[in-house]
């Protein structure tokens, strides 16, 4: 049987990081596998429903370079992908279930089902549920006489379809993760299946359609796990085998605790892919990095594309516990995966920053540029953002000033311009050979040119290695830039 997994988010936001990592961890599995991995759109909860929040997945999968056998968008033999196009299969397996003893009809109206919940009990413990030790005192097909429940259902009265939970059995699963995990029904509420709209909740659309479509392995995250046993005894109540369950570890905030949207935000951590995306983060650095999220390939190797992701990439080896989001190496692997990105794929994700600030830069020039820059950036923004390749500065450095501008830095600026201007052909040896002749000649450290030199020609005080900066740069905007320098500064 070839595998098949599914990712499976609800509309009722963007995708965060999360989520992403659920779907990669999906993705993962198929690709290694040979086997095909499905997008479904849970969008069975009218309530919590947000307009464009489809479309945000998919745009945001697409830009990580996730790619999905069969969606919405791609179609396939099993759809429709979105589940408010299939809510006929849900009032089958719901009738099923009534048909078959498995489920009621419930009646009860807010208020009494308030009235429940606050029952005091006697020992402190949690407030009683809907379940076998109460549906009797409740208004259901179960305690109501059969001729009531047809007047009520006749009368239009509203009603919801419970599951019915057996009383002091227990529920058991093998979960990939976390081993064998069991639940005590008496713990597990009669869930309700399809709401008083007759829409089904998330957990009777779920399992439906992860037997429909053939799911082989249901990977998502931990907040899940709780809802399984209800999951197993729908499929046990429907005769449907379970498919093999993986429950992935949370991700924790760097200052512990679940990372939530509100103390990522407060962290400075971006919460939504679009984030990652609008602050400038290569899209296989970020699945790179969160691949670690609860995974490891059991050897030192840190870098992975996406192929070579999927090649290593086994359920077996995710962990159960917690694992802590850090964005300072989620950085690290920016800049990692930015030296390795081809030089094309540089120049291009580069000239959509030159693009965005307005500058117009030629091909050779850039790739010139890339040469000096692609080891020193964290983001391919940055190279938009080192505006004295591109312009003379039109400001220097207040703090570098302070620091590096004497009062000799004038004259000797001035003079190294005027033995620049006279050499034949800038190159870096040339660059550095006169301006430590003229260092030794005027009995100051190299120091003392250099450092008010690159001020003057960057405007800043740090960058590549000065004099390949000014070989790139040429003689003619060397000089003018030491010359308004001095003009500047004086
Ligand atoms: N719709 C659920 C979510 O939004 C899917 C959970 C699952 O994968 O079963 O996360």
């Known amino acids: 049987m070839s595998t098949r997994v599914r990712f499976a988010p609800s509309p009722t936001g963007y995708l965060h990081i999360g989520g992403l990592r659920t779907a990669l961890y999906n993705v993962l599995l198929a690709q290694g596998q040979g086997g095909s991995a499905i997008l479904r ?43 408010s196009e299939r809510t006929r299969h849900y009032s089958d397996a719901a009738q099923t279930l009534l048909d078959q003893g498995h489920a009621y009809l419930a009646f009860d109206t807010p208020e009494e089902l308030d009235t429940l919940r606050s029952t005091k009990t006697s020992d402190g413990q949690a407030p009683p549920r809907y379940s076998a030790s109460t549906r009797g005192s409740m208004k259901n097909s179960l305690s109501l006489a059969v001729g009531d429940v047809e007047r009520l259902v006749a009368e239009g009265v509203p009603h919801v379809i419970r599951l019915r939970v057996p009383e ?62 209800k999951h197993v005894l729908l499929y046990r109540f429907l005769g449907w085998d379970v498919p093999a369950m993986a429950h992935l570890p949370l991700i924790l905030s760097p200052t512990g605790g679940k990372l939530s949207k509100r103390n990522a935000e407060s962290q400075g951590i971006p919460v939504f892919v679009s984030d990652y995306q609008a602050e400038g983060y290569e899209p296989e650095a970020l699945l790179n990095y969160i691949a670690f999220l609860g995974w490891n390939p059991g050897t030192d190797q840190e870098i992975f594309d996406l192929d070579e992701l999927a090649g290593v990439f086994t359920l077996e080896r995710v962990g159960s516990s917690g694992v802590q989001f850090s964005i300072d190496k989620l950085r690290w692997f920016n800049e990692q995966h930015l030296r390795r990105l081809d030089a094309e794929v540089l120049s291009s994700r580069v000239r959509t920053h030159l693009d965005t600030a307005g500058l117009d830069v030629a091909d050779d020039y850039l790739s010139a540029v890339l040469d000096l820059m692609r080891d020193r950036i964290s983001f391919a923004a940055d190279v938009a953002a080192a505006r004295y390749f591109f312009e003379d ?12 501008w004497k009062d000799d830095s004038g004259p000797l600026l001035t003079a190294y311009a005027a033995r620049l201007d006279e050499a034949s052909n800038l190159d870096a040896e040339t660059a550095e050979t006169v301006l430590r002749d003229l260092a030794e000649e005027r009995q100051v450290g190299a120091g003392r040119i250099i450092h008010p030199c690159r001020l003057a020609v960057s405007g800043v005080t740090f ?12 003689r003619s905007t060397c000089v003018r830039r030491l010359r308004s320098a001095v003009t500047r500064l004086a």
């Open 168 to 229: 002091d059995e227990v529920v058991t699963f093998s979960d990939i993760v976390r081993g064998e995990v069991s639940f005590n029904s008496n713990e597990v509420d009669d869930q309700i299946l399809v709401k008083s709209d007759g829409m089904p909740t998330y957990h009777l659309a779920n399992v439906v359609d992860d037997h429909l479509m053939g799911i082989t392995h249901v990977i998502r995250g931990e907040e899940w796990l709780s809802s399984t046993p």
């Open 41 to 83: 759109i849970e969008d069975t909860d009218r309530s919590r429903f947000v307009a464009d929040a489809e479309q945000d997945i998919i745009t945001s999968l697409a830009w990580a370079g996730l790619h999905f056998d069969e969606s919405p968008v791609a179609g396939g033999d099993r759809g429709p992908y979105r589940q």
């Open 463 to 474: 960058g590549p290695g000065l004099f390949e900066l000014m070989e790139l740069l040429g």
């Open 393 to 404: 500065p039109d400001r220097y450095d207040e703090k570098g000033i302070a620091k590096r």
